[in-house]
């Protein structure tokens, strides 16, 4: 054999090799971002605890309330083991606040009047709509996955109701060791609300029946539903708020699996 065709042999060999080489690093890219196109619906319920962020500081425990609605979430790619998706949903939310009414000692304050310890809390009625990016890793069509979401959440007040147990006009101040009682008598000037929400929780997927997630979130409010500037009396009143929810997504389109 020459030693022409030897070199011609070995070149050939050399390019065989590369091309191999090349063609398994294509597939290795193209593993890393899997396409998906999985859009599901459905609808979620839950339990909130939540007050409002007060300053001057009003002492508060948090009002318990109920949020429920539907849910959307569209999955578009599986980025090495993280599968990404966008969710949202349209929910019915109650806010609000439930006041600790305390003496110097800690003690609850009796009304003059009723002889009862005053009690009083305000629930906002919300529309609310979160937009979450969503990650999760595990098993995607059939079994258990962890996910994490954050996105915006937006809001608009539909109603407000107070609950007390005395008339405000008999409020006992001279017990009290939190004097701020402005919030009890004024109506919430902003009914539109805005912030950021995060939330984790577990996912378990049943093939042609559904998902499940169960989720714990918090949301933390950067609008104010008082005026804020200096001739209004609070200068900071945000929402705050954990929910506790269950939520349930059927699939309409579903990626076909190799």
């Not at 962020?53 to 002492?59: A, D, I, L, Q, S």
């Not at 009914?191 to 939330?199: N, Q």
């Not at 009396?233 to 954990?242: A, E, G, L, T």
């Amino acid at each position: 054999m020459s030693s022409l065709s030897l070199k011609v042999r070995q070149m050939r060999l050399r390019y065989i090799i590369c091309i191999a080489a090349l063609a398994l690093s294509m597939d290795s890219v193209a593993q890393i971002g899997e396409h998906r196109n999985d859009f599901a619906i459905g609808v979620n319920a839950g339990y909130t605890m939540s007050n409002i962020g007060f300053t001057p500081k009003v002492t508060q425990t948090n009002l318990g309330g109920m949020t429920g609605g539907v849910s959307f979430r569209y999955v578009c790619e599986k980025y090495f083991s993280t599968v990404c998706s966008i969710y949202g949903e349209v929910n019915y939310t109650q806010m609000g606040w439930k006041e600790r009414i305390l003496d110097a000692n800690d003690q609850p304050v009796v009304n003059a009047v009723t002889g009862l310890p005053e009690q009083y809390s305000r629930t906002l009625n919300y529309i609310q709509v979160p937009i979450f990016a969503h990650l999760a890793w595990g098993r995607e069509r059939k079994g258990v996955q962890f996910f994490f979401q954050a996105g915006p959440q937006f809001g608009y007040l539909i109603g407000e109701s107070t609950k007390t147990n005395f008339a405000l006009s008999d409020m006992n101040l001279d017990d009290r060791s939190n004097k701020v009682y402005a919030q009890d008598t004024m109506p919430v000037e902003n009914k539109f609300d805005y912030g950021i929400a995060v939330g984790m929780g577990l996912e378990v997927s049943i093939n042609r029946v559904g998902h499940f997630l169960l989720e714990g979130r918090y949301y933390y409010g950067l609008g104010n539903i008082y005026g804020d500037s200096k001739r209004d009396f609070f200068s900071k009143s945000n929402n705050n708020s954990i929910v506790v929810k269950l939520s349930y997504l059927f699939d309409l389109t579903r990626t076909k699996n190799k």
